[in-house]
């Protein structure tokens, strides 16, 4: 079966998926693509031989249309996700579910009427090599329970849009899922805490910043957020257990040594970094929608991961208060 897949949003990150799909991926094609900007829609059409729409309700209800891909502005994912989910439509949406915890509420009831799990989250670090590496090392057990976790999300530069809100519903979003699927726990508490700031940051944006957090059992987990660096972009994760400490190698493909010294090439942007977890994770929804399956992470994943965002970011308004997740009972429907 080839899955023939509707793209909503045809920026940057939804061009990204149509080249993999099209030109790295088996078993799927593009064949309609929606965006409120018509053009930015016909371009990515044309490009695939497939249909344009100027909403994600069109291409929904196309019934060419096997599955949805969405990659628009997290704040309105909310209405084509559910959309999909009425169509009986498998949808993959990427990260974050939504802004909002009460949004994502609405899609887990709108995904739990439709009787099955359809939605998956784009949190693509859990398809990473590295970091599925670490998760066999924390389940194993060999090392004893985890006591505490460092996080390193370091960017060399972001746009002049960019705000101190998306420094945790943007990019700390990404070890927030991350450390809830690793440790297998969720998270009962955060706080941010404002560090000296780099001069490298444009007017308004408040950065870098630290985000504290605790699992149910206790488990520290810390986050550095520091993304005007200049000279890569680097994920760094070092995970704490009782006899031993497992540090993700991402970067250490290769060192050169020389007059110069002992160095080894630096990513520049999460593309290079984490393109083969991007097609890993594309595919697999693709084998699974061909197979009438979910994959991945669920929309409950989606929520609890919301949660915590909007506790810290509560936690940044008020000066690093730590704050607690208000979490509902997980229903046995994502157990």
């Given at each position: 079966?080839?899955?023939?897949?509707?793209?909503?949003?045809?920026?940057?990150?939804?061009?990204?998926?149509?080249?993999r799909?099209t030109?790295d991926?088996?078993?799927?094609?593009?064949?309609?693509?929606?965006?409120?900007?018509?053009?930015?829609?016909?371009?990515?059409?044309?490009?695939?031989?497939?249909?344009?729409?100027?909403?994600?309700?069109?291409?929904?209800?196309?019934?060419?249309v096997?599955?949805?891909?969405?990659?628009t502005?997290?704040?309105?994912?909310?209405?084509?996700?559910?959309?999909?989910?009425?169509?009986?439509?498998y949808?993959?949406?990427?990260?974050?579910l939504?802004?909002t915890?009460?949004?994502?509420?609405?899609?887990?009831?709108?995904e739990?009427?439709a009787?099955?799990?359809?939605?998956?989250?784009?949190?693509?670090?859990?398809?990473?090599?590295?970091y599925n590496?670490?998760?066999?090392?924390?389940?194993?057990?060999?090392?004893g329970?985890?006591?505490?976790?460092?996080?390193?999300?370091?960017?060399?530069?972001?746009?002049a849009?960019?705000?101190?809100?998306?420094?945790?519903?943007d990019?700390a979003?990404?070890?927030?899922?991350?450390?809830?699927?690793?440790?297998?726990?969720?998270?009962?508490?955060?706080?941010?805490?404002p560090?000296?700031?780099?001069?490298?940051?444009?007017?308004?944006?408040?950065?870098?910043?630290?985000?504290?957090?605790?699992?149910?059992?206790?488990?520290?987990?810390?986050?550095?957020?520091?993304?005007?660096l200049?000279?890569?972009?680097?994920?760094?994760?070092?995970?704490v257990m009782?006899?031993?400490?497992?540090r993700?190698g991402?970067?250490?493909?290769m060192?050169?040594?020389?007059i110069?010294?002992?160095?080894?090439?630096?990513?520049?942007?999460?593309?290079d970094?984490?393109k083969?977890?991007?097609?890993?994770?594309?595919?697999a929804?693709?084998?699974?929608?061909?197979?009438?399956?979910?994959?991945?992470?669920?929309?409950?994943?989606?929520?609890?991961?919301?949660?915590?965002?909007?506790?810290?970011?509560?936690?940044?308004?008020?000066?690093?208060?730590?704050?607690?997740?208000?979490?509902?009972?997980?229903?046995?429907f994502?157990?």
């Open positions: 079966m080839t899955v023939n897949i509707g793209l909503i949003g045809c920026g940057g990150m939804g061009r990204a998926h149509v080249k799909i030109e991926l088996s078993g799927a094609q593009v064949v309609a693509a929606a965006d409120l900007n018509p053009q930015a829609a016909e371009e990515v059409a044309a490009q695939v031989g497939g249909k344009a729409y100027g909403s994600g309700a069109e291409l929904i209800s196309d019934p060419n096997d599955a949805v891909l969405v990659a502005f997290g704040k309105v994912h909310a209405p084509d996700v559910i959309a999909a989910i009425e169509a009986g439509k949808v993959l949406c990427e990260k974050p939504a802004t915890a009460a949004d994502c509420k609405n899609i887990m009831q709108a739990q009427r009787g099955k799990k359809l939605v998956t989250v784009g949190f693509m670090r859990r398809f990473d090599q590295g590496q670490l998760k066999k090392a924390v389940d194993q057990g060999e090392y329970p985890v006591l505490m976790v460092h996080n390193r999300h370091r960017n060399p530069t972001v746009p849009n960019y705000t101190s809100r998306m420094l945790i519903d990019t979003i990404h070890e927030i899922d991350t450390m809830r699927w690793l440790t297998g726990e969720e998270i009962k508490a955060v706080r941010v805490d560090v000296r700031q780099t001069s490298r940051a444009h007017a308004g944006l408040e950065e870098p910043i630290v985000l504290v957090m605790y699992t149910d059992s206790g488990i520290r987990l810390d986050d550095e957020v520091n993304v005007n200049g000279w890569g972009y680097s994920i760094e994760c070092e995970v009782e006899s031993a400490a497992a993700l991402d970067q250490e493909k060192f050169i040594r020389d110069n010294g002992n160095r080894n090439a630096i990513c520049t942007s999460h593309i970094r984490f083969g977890a991007f097609d890993t994770e594309v595919q929804w693709i084998n699974a929608v061909a197979q009438d399956r979910h994959t991945g992470s669920t929309a409950w994943d989606g929520y609890a991961a919301t949660s915590v965002v909007d506790a810290a970011l509560e936690s940044q308004k008020e000066g690093g208060k730590e704050i607690a997740i208000q979490l509902i009972a997980k229903p046995a994502y157990n």
